[in-house]
């Protein structure tokens, strides 16, 4: 068996021979059932877990994005968005309720979460760039949130409000169709805040992805992503809290942090005062 030509030699070359211990032999075994025999089988399966929620991301979200000009679309693909996000913390975290079965994701907040993360789990994260694919969705996500576009600090107090005020239900409308505008005002509005849960869920899966892996916060140095992260401050999405995480056990990655992100989280503590998070940073 000869696989393709590279230079003098192909890529992959097997020999069968009668001597079955020799030195140039390799036995190949056929499985009836690989999945359930293999001792690999619980690491290929989390393989296409991971594999199977990146092309999700890159193709069943991210694109759709531009669309969400279209209330209805705006609303599936962040409803669709959400359920996966909260997939993957449950994933990467290891939780028992982790397509278990006994809870239906609706019942669980995945940012009320305990920090913890499984560390293979997290390494396929990083190499399948399963993270490259996040940080790609939300930069395609803030593009259509008119709050962080504008960068205004204030937002996140605002969301809260917002978060608090969409208790109205579509069939507490009387006659959607004899108040048109007041009905599209309404759904906006549940978009915005669909799109807010988004967001925090985004920046929860980030601290799962890099929670006590020294290798995987430097490569959120590398990719400018603590300097993301640190812009998110004060906007009501739980940045504060990972970016203390990302750089508080770290002294090579702190050494390495740009002035200009220093001096910008002093500036939201200037602005927004000094939180217990950012406190005990410092």
Request: proline share 3%; charged share 25%.
């Amino acid at each position: 068996c000869q696989g393709q030509q590279k230079g003098e030699r192909r890529s992959l070359q097997l020999f069968w021979s009668s001597i079955r211990y020799s030195q140039d032999t390799i036995r190949v075994e056929v499985l009836d059932d690989p999945i359930s025999i293999m001792d690999d089988s619980e690491w290929l399966f989390e393989c296409d877990v991971v594999a199977e929620h990146r092309k999700f991301l890159r193709k069943g979200v991210t694109p759709r994005c531009a669309s969400f000009d279209d209330n209805d679309v705006a609303a599936m693909v962040c409803s669709q968005c959400e359920d996966a996000l909260t997939d993957m913390i449950l994933f990467l975290s290891g939780s028992p309720d982790w397509r278990s079965g006994e809870v239906q994701y609706k019942e669980i907040d995945a940012l009320s979460e305990p920090w913890s993360a499984r560390p293979e789990r997290q390494k396929l994260a990083l190499e399948l760039k399963y993270i490259d694919a996040t940080f790609d969705l939300f930069h395609e996500l803030v593009k259509y949130t008119q709050s962080l576009v504008e960068g205004d600090v204030r937002w996140g107090r605002r969301a809260v409000a917002l978060n608090q005020s969409l208790q109205v239900r579509p069939k507490e409308v009387s006659n959607p169709s004899a108040d048109v505008d007041k009905w599209r005002q309404l759904m906006q509005s549940t978009i915005e805040c669909m799109k807010t849960r988004c967001l925090k869920l985004l920046v929860r899966l980030w601290l799962a992805t890099f929670l006590n892996s020294r290798k995987i916060e430097l490569y959120f140095l590398k990719n400018g992503w603590v300097e993301t992260i640190n812009s998110l401050n004060g906007h009501g999405l739980g940045a504060s809290d990972v970016f203390v995480a990302l750089l508080s056990n770290n002294k090579e990655l702190v050494r390495q942090v740009d002035r200009s992100t220093v001096l910008k989280f002093i500036h939201f503590i200037r602005i927004l005062g000094p939180l217990d998070t950012w406190l005990s940073f410092l």
